[in-house]
């Protein structure tokens, strides 16, 4: 059974920093590409940062970092300098060759 489990939302304070984690189990974790995605409400979900097997680490807009630890089965989203309009549900995702999997969204709420 596959399961990827998110964890390290909340509520946060603008310019603030958070982590995000995603831990799988039931994959062979290092050989698919890690994402993660977010849903603001009333607007769709979007992606966030894609890493792929090749990678350990990278940015995105020069204020998230996302990274992956296949050692641990986990991917990790960096968060710093939160805004207002980075509230949402974030979930993460696991693309494989033609199969894709989703761990349940976690909230994170960024507000003074």
């Known amino acids: 059974q596959v399961q990827l489990v998110v964890s390290g939302g909340g509520l946060v304070q603008p310019g603030g920093s958070l982590r995000l984690s995603c831990t799988a189990s039931?994959?062979?974790?290092?050989?698919?590409?890690l994402g993660w995605y977010r849903q603001a409400p009333g607007k769709q979900r979007e992606l966030v940062a894609r890493?792929?097997?090749?990678n350990s680490r990278g940015s995105v807009q020069g204020r998230f970092t996302i990274s992956r630890d296949n050692a641990k089965n986990t991917v990790y989203l960096q968060k710093n300098s939160l805004k207002d309009e980075d509230t949402a549900v974030y979930y993460c995702?696991?693309?494989?060759?033609?199969?894709?999997?989703w761990g349940q969204g976690t909230q994170v709420t960024v507000s003074s």
């Open positions: 995702n696991a693309e494989g060759v033609g199969i894709s999997y």
């Open positions: 890493i792929n097997r090749f």
């Open positions: 039931g994959i062979r974790f290092s050989m698919y590409t």
